[in-house]
């Protein structure tokens, strides 16, 4: 993982098992967990080792964090012991007196500076600062937490109890989301997409936010709708629901491998009104329709700020160049999709970000370019308070999801 800082860590980790299958299932388990472990922990241990005179090592932060974290019939001491053919080497004696001196601190020591204690990167902190103020240390820790499994229910094939009820059939017992008229929250990690009702297509899985988005594009039936960085076609389905297949969707993207992906969960879920459309450059499949969608929504690149309960390494590998380069991008895209809905319409952009720059301010200098569009004075009926100033700005701590930002305009000439 440090070899290949850009890419993500999951990734890295199913190449290495992939590579080696000898290694069991309890071993994995292990092996994963105590690698997140140390991605979870990485500047808390970066700072202890640092303190300790140690360099911060793969190896040395896993001794930190088995000392830092030390569970029963896990002392450093016990586990490096070379009569395994796959246990690492024994510890050194300079090793041994690192567990020692660590053993029993804890984690979070009260001289580690902010961003260490958070977890974040330096340059990134002023800017959460920003976004959450008073509430940043419990923001972050709540983006630290463990992440739902929550699902859509496809309501193309049937009803949100009905779903539940085939789930429980299949021993997973899902309660309906708070936000969410469609979702369904899964307790713990469950092999969902073992069960009938995932294979059949009743339920796609989508965190309970990314539904959000959905519901506030406020696609209807007989509507002509663009998802314009429509991925694999997570929000597509989604709208494709809310159009009750009526209408038509085209779900573009630039990348072909994502939309390829779009075609298997498109069938599955009985999508009958999608296309798709591969964005190449110079191309003049939108400037033909420019004016003529109901609906666009760009659920724009981003730096994904708003999904570290998921990828916890993904905090730490974010630049401040990648910001700036998204950023830019944002612009772009913007510019070019929103001349694609027709007067009367209504744009929908959205990230998986908590950043202001890339939310709010986002939106305040777009809405300074563009005269012609404003933001929407009503909105889809969601919770009581949810959207302020067409706006909505989700977080796991307020809302129990991931973080993501919706912002509804609307074209008036
Ligand atoms: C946040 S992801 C979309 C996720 C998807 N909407 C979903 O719900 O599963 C952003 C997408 O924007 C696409 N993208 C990047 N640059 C783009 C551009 N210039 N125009 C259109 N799409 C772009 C990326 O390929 C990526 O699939």
Same mark, same amino acid.
């Given at each position: 993982?440090?070899?290949?800082p850009?890419?993500?860590?999951?990734?890295?980790?199913?190449? &290495?098992f992939?590579?080696?299958?000898?290694? +069991?299932?309890?071993?994995?388990?292990? *092996?994963?967990?105590?690698?997140?472990?140390?991605?979870?922990?990485?500047?808390?241990?970066?700072?202890?080792?640092?303190?300790?005179?140690?360099?911060?090592?793969?190896?040395?932060r896993?001794?930190?964090?088995?000392?830092l974290?030390p569970?029963?019939?896990?002392?450093?001491?016990?586990?490096?012991?070379?009569?395994?053919?796959?246990?690492?080497?024994?510890?050194?004696?300079?090793?041994?007196?690192?567990?020692?001196?660590?053993?029993?601190?804890?984690?979070?020591?009260?001289?580690?500076?902010?961003?260490?204690?958070?977890?974040?990167?330096?340059?990134? !902190?002023?800017?959460?600062?920003? #976004?959450?103020?008073?509430?940043?240390? =419990?923001?972050?820790?709540?983006?630290?937490?463990?992440? #739902?499994?929550?699902?859509?229910?496809?309501?193309?094939?049937? #009803?949100?109890?009905?779903?539940? %009820?085939?789930?429980?059939?299949?021993?997973?017992?899902?309660?309906?989301? +708070?936000?969410?008229?469609? +979702?369904?929250?899964?307790?713990g990690r469950?092999?969902?997409?073992?069960?009938?009702?995932?294979?059949?297509? !009743?339920?796609? *899985?989508?965190?309970?936010?990314?539904?959000?988005?959905?519901?506030?594009?406020?696609?209807?039936?007989?509507?002509?709708?663009?998802?314009?960085?429509?991925?694999?076609?997570?929000?597509?389905?989604?709208?494709?629901?809310?159009?009750?297949?009526?209408?038509?969707?085209?779900?573009?993207?630039?990348?072909?491998?994502?939309?390829?992906?779009?075609?298997?969960?498109?069938?599955?879920?009985?999508?009958?009104?999608?296309?798709?459309?591969?964005?190449?450059?110079?191309?003049?499949?939108?400037?033909?329709?420019?004016?003529s969608?109901?609906?666009?929504?760009?659920?724009?690149?981003?730096?994904?700020?708003? #999904?570290?309960?998921?990828?916890?390494?993904?905090?730490? %590998?974010?630049?401040?160049?990648?910001?700036?380069?998204?950023? @830019?991008?944002?612009?772009? *895209?913007?510019?070019? =999709?929103?001349?694609?809905?027709?007067?009367?319409?209504r744009?929908?952009?959205?990230?998986?970000? *908590?950043?202001?720059?890339?939310?709010?301010?986002?939106?305040?200098?777009?809405?300074?370019?563009?005269?012609?569009?404003?933001?929407?004075?009503?909105?889809?009926?969601?919770?009581?308070?949810?959207?302020?100033?067409g706006?909505?700005?989700?977080?796991?701590?307020?809302?129990?999801?991931?973080?993501? &930002?919706?912002?509804?305009?609307?074209?008036? @000439?």
């Amino acid at each position: 993982m440090e070899a290949t800082p850009r890419r993500p860590a999951d990734a890295v980790a199913n190449a &290495f098992f992939r590579e080696r299958r000898y290694i +069991g299932g309890g071993d994995r388990r292990a *092996i994963s967990a105590r690698v997140w472990t140390v991605l979870r922990h990485w500047r808390h241990l970066a700072w202890w080792l640092d303190r300790a005179g140690a360099a911060a090592t793969p190896r040395a932060r896993l001794i930190a964090a088995l000392a830092l974290m030390p569970q029963p019939g896990e002392a450093p001491q016990d586990l490096f012991v070379s009569q395994d053919r796959y246990a690492p080497q024994p510890l050194s004696a300079a090793e041994r007196d690192l567990a020692t001196r660590l053993r029993g601190q804890a984690m979070v020591h009260p001289d580690m500076p902010r961003a260490v204690r958070l977890e974040v990167p330096d340059w990134l !902190l002023p800017r959460l600062e920003e #976004t959450f103020g008073a509430d940043l240390d =419990a923001e972050v820790a709540a983006l630290a937490g463990e992440a #739902t499994l929550d699902l859509r229910v496809n309501l193309l094939k049937t #009803t949100r109890a009905e779903a539940a %009820r085939l789930l429980a059939a299949d021993g997973i017992m899902a309660e309906p989301t +708070g936000l969410s008229p469609w +979702g369904l929250r899964v307790p713990g990690r469950q092999p969902v997409t073992a069960t009938a009702a995932f294979k059949s297509g !009743l339920v796609e *899985i989508q965190d309970e936010g990314s539904q959000i988005v959905v519901a506030a594009a406020d696609a209807r039936p007989g509507m002509r709708v663009l998802d314009y960085c429509a991925g694999a076609a997570g929000k597509t389905l989604g709208m494709a629901m809310t159009m009750e297949n009526r209408g038509h969707i085209v779900a573009c993207d630039v990348s072909e491998p994502r939309l390829e992906g779009a075609v298997r969960r498109l069938r599955r879920a009985g999508v009958h009104n999608a296309e798709r459309h591969l964005l190449v450059p110079g191309d003049r499949w939108a400037r033909r329709r420019a004016a003529s969608f109901d609906r666009v929504l760009v659920d724009a690149p981003c730096t994904g700020t708003g #999904t570290w309960r998921r990828n916890p390494d993904a905090r730490l %590998r974010l630049t401040e160049q990648d910001l700036a380069e998204l950023m @830019a991008k944002q612009a772009d *895209i913007l510019a070019t =999709a929103s001349a694609l809905v027709r007067p009367g319409g209504r744009l929908v952009y959205a990230t998986c970000s *908590i950043l202001r720059e890339e939310n709010q301010d986002r939106i305040a200098s777009f809405l300074r370019a563009s005269p012609h569009f404003r933001r929407a004075e009503t909105v889809p009926d969601l919770a009581p308070d949810l959207a302020q100033d067409g706006m909505i700005a989700l977080s796991p701590l307020r809302h129990g999801t991931d973080g993501f &930002f919706a912002a509804i305009l609307e074209r008036t @000439a």
